[in-house]
């Protein structure tokens, strides 16, 4: 005999099994679906700030003058030694140091009264003031001084040291083969700058006014003078605006009596 199921019953069991399969529905499209990343921007570069730079130490010069380019008291200072230890060379090269002196109270060529217990350093084309550092090649010796003058000039040295800066390195009294790292120049090394010719030295003063009145008339408008040195005569001429390509076009091209014609910077 058959057991009919109360139409009540069979109502339910349908609502169930919808409510089942919806579920299984929602469930099955839940796993099916895929949620799709977001892109997310690169991050902006922001570059670093400028490496600051020491201010140069020059005062502002008189009109048609040089300024003066001051060096700490006794050459360097304790921020100079911290500077080397964290940076490195610029500009590097070899030759003979040799040393010098000067009488009492002569000024350098950077302004400033000459003294043979500072450790500066004479160089013919080095911005006044650069940061060097100075190592006798053959002891390995070093130490750190600056320009404040000019020289030497002689074809056979680079470098001319005062008393204290040779001690420093070993070469006192004589000379040496060294190199000479710049650290720091308050003035480009490769652009710019003031240029003259210095030429001599002349054992005659009568031979070096014969070339300035000689460069006068060859290059009207540039400044000549002739100056004493010791126990000899030097010719400089400052060319229109100290310009460094006529200077050295002029050094290249004189062929002096006596001596010989260097390109000098000046500033």
Known sequence: ????????TLRICWLSGLLM?????????HKKSRVTPTATAPPVYTPPPPTPTRKPSSEPPARGSIPITRVPEGGISSEDKE???THRPIYSEQGKATWYTAARGRKAANGQVFSDEALTAA???????????VTNLKTR???????????????????????????SIGIWP???????????????????????????????ERKAIQLKQKLLEDYAGSKVIEFSGEKSFWVRIR???????????LARRLRPDEGVAYLTRLD
Not at 1 to 8: A, E, F, I, K
Not at 142 to 162: C, K, Q, Y
Not at 175 to 198: F, H, L, N
């Open 1 to 8: 005999m058959r057991v009919l199921t109360p139409p009540s």
């Open 21 to 29: 399969a919806a579920m299984v529905a929602a469930g099955c499209g």
């Open 83 to 85: 500077f080397i230890l």
């Open 123 to 133: 160089h013919r084309t080095l911005p006044m003031g650069s940061l060097i550092v």
């Open 141 to 167: 010796q070093a130490s750190a001084m600056r320009i404040s003058d000019r020289g030497p000039f002689v074809t056979t040295a680079i470098l001319d040291l005062t008393k204290a800066s040779a001690k």
């Open 174 to 204: 004589g000379s040496a083969q060294v190199r000479i790292d710049v650290y720091e120049t308050p003035k480009p090394m490769d652009v710019g700058g003031r240029w003259c010719v210095q030429i001599g030295p002349f054992t005659s």
């Open 239 to 249: 060319l229109a605006g100290d310009d460094r390509e006529q200077s050295e076009n």
